[in-house]
């Protein structure tokens, strides 16, 4: 067993070999950050190499402890150490940034020892809350997570959601640590070393903070230990450091983040050789994880019970997610959801009647509440659903996209779309959520118009790989389906049908009702239409929109409580693009809209019930 000296100068001696890695990596490359790593040097040492209990084999067992490199652009050294620690052949670190390696300038899960991907600053402790979470409360664990900062990162409103997330719950086995190293990008960061500050702020979110030589291997173990000591609430290490630490001429400085050191590289290397005890040192006691997380399988979730509605009963499509959120609660321990202080309106307080341990009440703080969503679902611990009003959903939207390049599992749903809402005016409706979600690589986007069709859209998002959105309304709309009616994704309903259809009409939802009436007022005409509930907007059923367009000649119109830009409308557009012949009347909503009541708001924003037949009778003519 070596001494507590001989394991001091192990891990400073595998810092340097991890700051020489980082130097090599970016100069093959010729672009990375290798001062953003070597600041964190003997941070990323203390924790891979003597503080966080995994399995190298195993990288994502899910005993695991966990870490989360949020100042992404930091990589190199991620990959290092993983490398050094017996993962992967150290030669593949000198592929950094290839188009063949999966060792790209960001971290993704591409690789298998990456949980979620980051770079787009300020998000990885969110997530981080989200696995501490699983791991306190889900899985009763005793794997530990780790989130590392950068001290310019750490200004991200982000950070202090889930900092304020963090110390509410006392998340005691989530330790955070913010690398201070004092210049940012093309400034110094706003604190620069004003330690006193960081721990001040830390304090006050609820956190056990500690200010810590971040270049001190034995101050860093003194610091890790104690966090592990604290039961009550999280722990921050406030790490001061140095940017290009140990690299002369470049240490402290400012304009060289972001850049490999070209011709001085050999010399740093040089340098940082000189000051190894022992250059061919390799780490010898990472400690082995607890084996106590529980076996999960988050696999065929379904509905403890089906729909039963009564056909022309009036039921709100929010509520509808409630009931449907229960049922498949009830019959599988790992579902669980989220919300942002949105509950009683979007119906997932329906959790609560079921077990009120699997509702995480996130506050007003859409952002974490998306970015928690994420770290729950993280290695398949759990069927996550997070809810608020789909307008709000706007400012979560980079955690989306994050978490799309994460391979995330997160199904979203979105209340109090349109215009339909009303009297609260425009600041609440949810009026570009579709495009929003459409733009995103593999998201599902259900869009239902009845409560049996929200039941199964719930059911089939459970199940559904990918991030998957539930846009669901606030007024109440009939049910138009049979209980015992199959849905599948990417198959649209054809609900009015005849021999002489004119014009085939795609709507969903509030406007899907509104269609309805349409083609009532129509018939009494004469004039016969077809109506079309497409289900999915993403996939959108293109064969069904299609042929049912050529059987009523050419003539379709798309009616939606959306912006006219990236919604159904323009969906059915990509889907009929390729035709001949083929006429598309887009009917949505125009302008910035008002208060007012839902009908009189439909009306004046052109998707109503007379604005549809008058497009109608407008479009046979042509």
Known sequence: MPSAQEQQTELQDLAHKLRIHSVNMTTASKSGHPTSCSSMAEIMSVLFYRQMRYSVAEPKHASNDRFILSKGHAAPILYAAWAEAGLFPVSDLMNLRKIDSD????????LN??????????????????????????????YRTYCLMGDGESMEGNIWEALNFAGFYKLNNLCAIIDVNRLGQSDPAPLQHDMETYKKRMESFGFHAIVVDGHDILELCKAFDEAESV?????????????????????????????ALGDKSASVVKHVESLMKNPGVKPTNIPPPTMDAP?????GVALSDPPAYNLGDKLATRQAYGSALA??????PNVVALDGDMKNSTFSQEMLKVDKNRYIECFICEQNMLGVGIGV??????????????????????NLRMGVISQTNLNVVGSHCGVSIGEDGPSQMALEDIAMFRSLPGCTVFYPSDAVSTERAVEL????RGICFVRVSRPATPIIYNNQEEFTIGKAKIVRKSDSDQVLVVAAGITLAETMKAADMLAAKGINIRVMDPFTIKPLDITA?????????????????HYPEGGIGDAVLDAVSSYRNMIVRKLAVNAVPRSGPPAELLEMFGISANNIVKAVNDVIKL
């Not at 998002?461 to 559904?464: D, L, P, S, Y």
């Open 113 to 142: 020892f990456i949980d979620v991907a980051t770079g787009s600053l300020g998000q990885g402790l969110s997530v981080a809350c989200g696995m501490a979470y699983a791991g306190k409360h889900f899985d009763k664990a005793s």
């Open 103 to 110: 060792l790209e300038g960001h971290p993704t899960p591409r």
């Open 377 to 398: 679902a993280c290695r398949d611990r759990s069927v996550a659903f997070a809810s608020t009003f789909a307008a709000f959903l706007t400012r979560g939207f980079d």
């Open 461 to 464: 998002a459970a199940n559904t």
């Open 545 to 561: 929109v299609q042929d049912n367009a050529a059987a009523c000649g050419g003539r379709v119109i798309t009616v939606e409580d």
């Open 327 to 332: 049922k498949l609660a009830k019959n599988n």
């Open 295 to 299: 076996n999960v399988d988050i696999t």
């Open 231 to 259: 039961t009550d609430k999280p722990t921050c290490l406030i790490a001061k450091t140095f940017k290009g630490k140990y690299f002369p001429d470049i240490e402290n400085l400012m304009n060289w983040h972001g850049k």
